[in-house]
């Protein structure tokens, strides 16, 4: 059974930062790109970062690009994303993502953390 649990969000003041960790547990977590995902209120879900599953290979979107670092620990089964001088508008809900389609069918989420940046 794929799980994926979100840890790490909560309220910081802008330029502030925080830490996000996803739990992984059910498959082989170092096999696979693991993807971090973020939705706004009234916005559609949108890719944040991307590391392969050797840790090697890295991607983000150009709204994060030199601000947010995503790692992971394949000991650990975890994958984080570090973020710095944090911005309202990264205001969102932060979601974790591996996409098992060609294996189980399945892509599959987190529950999500909540990440607030307002002073």
């Known amino acids: 059974q794929v799980q994926l649990v979100e840890s790490g969000g909560g309220l910081v003041q802008p330029g502030g930062s925080l830490r996000l960790s996803c739990a992984a547990s059910g498959f082989i977590f170092s096999r696979y790109v693991m993807s971090w995902y973020r939705q706004a209120p009234e916005k559609e879900r949108e890719l944040v970062a991307v590391i392969t599953g050797a840790g090697d290979i890295t991607h983000y979107s150009d709204s994060v690009k030199g601000r947010f670092t995503i790692s992971r620990d394949n000991f650990k089964n975890t994958v984080y994303l570090q973020m710095n001088n944090l911005k309202p508008a990264d205001t969102a809900v932060y979601y974790c993502?591996?996409?098992?389609?060609?294996?189980?069918?399945?892509?599959?989420w987190g529950q999500g953390t909540q990440v607030t940046v307002s002073s």
């Open positions: 993502n591996v996409d098992l389609t060609k294996v189980t069918g399945t892509n599959y």
